[in-house]
C-alpha cells in the first residue's frame, strides 16, 4: 500500500501539468439595445483645430463601437438617424458650462451627451474640454479638462473614450 501510494504521488509531481482555464465572452445579440451617445462640439471654424477635433472624434467613436453595445451620433448626422423629426437638436448651440435641455433629449432614444470644446492654448497644445452627461438620469457622468501635443492625440482619444 506504501509503494502505491510513493507511486502515485510520484506520478502527481512527474506528469503534473499546469492546467489553465479561460472564457471568452462575445456579446453579439441584436437583440440587445445599444446605448445611444450624441456627440457635440468636435467641430470649429479654425481649420487646423477642426481637422484635429475630427481626428480625436473618429477615435473616440471608433472604440465603444467595437462593443457592438454603442451607437455614436455626431452632429452632423443626427437629422439622418432621426429621419430629420428633430431637427431642433441639429442646429444645437450649446455651452459647455451649462446643464443640457434634458426636455429637448426627452422626446429621443438618446441616452447620453457628450459635450467638447476644443481649443489651441499659447503654445500650440490642444486643449480639450469635456462633459458626458446622462441624459436618463438627468446628470453629469463626467467632466474633465485635457492639454495635449500633437503626438499625444491618439493616447488622449483613448483616454476619453475608455471614460465614455
Do not use: P, R, V, W
Given at each position: 500500500?506504501?509503494?502505491i501510494k510513493i507511486l502515485v504521488f510520484l506520478i502527481i509531481i512527474f506528469f503534473n501539468?499546469?492546467?489553465?482555464?479561460?472564457?471568452t465572452i462575445d456579446i453579439k445579440d441584436s437583440n440587445i439595445k445599444k446605448t445611444k451617445i450624441l456627440f457635440i462640439g468636435f467641430?470649429?471654424?479654425d481649420f487646423a483645430v477642426d481637422n484635429e477635433a475630427k481626428q480625436i472624434l473618429h477615435k473616440i467613436i471608433y472604440n465603444p463601437?467595437?462593443?457592438?453595445?454603442v451607437e455614436s451620433i455626431t452632429q452632423n448626422n443626427i437629422n439622418q438617424s432621426y429621419g430629420g423629426k428633430n431637427q431642433n437638436i441639429s442646429a444645437l448651440e450649446f455651452d459647455i458650462n451649462q446643464i443640457p435641455d434634458f426636455e429637448k433629449y426627452s422626446k429621443t432614444d438618446i441616452e447620453g451627451l457628450v459635450l467638447a470644446q476644443i481649443n489651441h492654448d499659447v503654445i500650440g497644445n490642444l486643449e480639450i474640454r469635456i462633459r458626458m452627461w446622462d441624459l436618463l438620469d438627468r446628470k453629469q457622468t463626467f467632466g474633465k479638462y485635457y492639454s495635449t501635443s500633437q503626438d499625444n492625440y491618439r493616447k488622449t482619444a483613448n483616454t476619453i473614450s475608455d471614460e465614455i
Open positions: 500500500m506504501k509503494i501539468k499546469t492546467a489553465f482555464a479561460s472564457i467641430e470649429s471654424k463601437k467595437t462593443t457592438d453595445l
